[in-house]
Each structure stands twice: as C-alpha cells, then as structure tokens.
C-alpha cells in the first residue's frame, strides 16, 4: 500500500516561514521524483517544486528564492521549506510521486495572514 503523508502546515504571519514533511511508504523511495503541488479555493492546482531521484530541483515562478525542496532518502522523506510566505502562498499543500500510478497525499493547509 503507497502512503504519503503531509505534515507541517499551519497558520503564519506574512514573512514568516514553515516546512512542511512528506513521509512515504510503500514504494522504493530512491528512485522516484518527487513534487509539491498546491491549491487554493477556486484555484487550478498548481505544481510548486519538483526534486529529481538524483537531487535535480525545479520552482514555480512564484515561489523561486522563497521555496527550497530536498530530501532524505534514509527517511524516505521529502520536504518543503517555505521561507518570506505570503498571502497569496496560502493554499493546500499535496505531495506527488508519480510511478506505474499517479498517487497524492491527503494534503495540508497552509495559511498565511497580512
């Protein structure tokens, strides 16, 4: 059974920071990409970062300089460090790994107040 679980949202203040952990089981972590998605009310969702099986990052627009996502295969753990949030950042995180099947986590909220 393939499990990813977010944890780490919360509400913040604007220029404030939060990381966000995604813990997976059930496939060989290693080999796999990894993704941050995120969506707001009414919004498309949106892919934030993306970090390859060999440690190859990639950014929204919106979030380069802000956004750092990294891992650690021993945990089989990827994470997300958010840093200067603002409003707009405000959304529901997902975490996403796509092998023989696309599978998303349950998601966690991330809110950031003015």
């Known amino acids: 059974q393939v499990q990813l679980v977010e944890s780490g949202g919360g509400l913040v203040q604007a220029g404030g920071s939060l990381r966000l952990s995604c813990a997976v089981s059930?496939?060989?972590?290693?080999?796999?990409?990894m993704h941050w998605y995120r969506q707001a009310p009414g919004k498309q969702r949106e892919l934030v970062a993306s970090?390859?099986?060999?440690?190859?990052?990639n950014y929204g627009d919106s979030v380069k300089g802000r956004f750092t996502i990294s891992r650690d295969n021993d945990k089989n753990t990827v994470y997300l460090q958010m840093n200067s949030l603002q409003p707009e950042d405000t959304a529901v995180y997902y975490c996403?790994?796509?092998?023989?099947?696309?599978?998303w986590g349950q998601g966690t909220q991330v809110t950031v107040s003015s």
């Open positions: 059930g496939i060989i972590f290693k080999v796999n990409d």
């Open positions: 970090i390859t099986s060999g440690g190859r990052e």
């Open positions: 996403h790994v796509r092998t023989w099947r696309q599978y």
